[in-house]
């Protein structure tokens, strides 16, 4: 803790939970855009007719991939922001104790 007092540190790590929770919020706001990234399989239709029922497949099947590994990288994200405030919630309370305030 060094030379700082309680309440110092408590605005620290408040300060650290909103930054983490605002975050939280920006990765919701991302998620609600994966859907979109299903308009790529619109490039299907095209693919099929120039080069082929394969490619149409392809695209399908990358679209997917896509939209797959983003909703996975988006929801990992949350998962550890969420975490990282329970960490800090936690480093609190025991600051609290050692200081013998509720």
């Known amino acids: 803790m060094g030379s700082r007092s309680l309440e110092e540190e408590l605005a620290l790590r408040e300060a650290e ?5 605002k975050l939280t919020d920006e ?9 979109r990234m299903g308009v790529c399989a619109l490039l299907a239709l095209p693919a099929g007719i120039l ?4 490619w149409a497949l392809l ?5 997917l991939s896509m939209m797959g590994t983003a909703a996975y990288l988006f929801y990992g994200r949350r998962v550890a ?6 960490m800090v919630q936690r480093d609190m309370q025991v600051l609290r104790q050692e200081h013998g305030k509720p």
Do not use: K
Request: hydrophobic residues 40%; without cysteine.
């Open 81 to 86: 922001y969420r975490g990282q405030i329970e």
């Open 59 to 63: 695209t399908v099947g990358v679209t």
């Open 51 to 54: 080069f082929g029922f394969v």
């Open 17 to 21: 939970i909103a930054r983490l929770q």
């Open 27 to 35: 990765i919701q706001t991302s998620i609600r855009g994966i859907p």
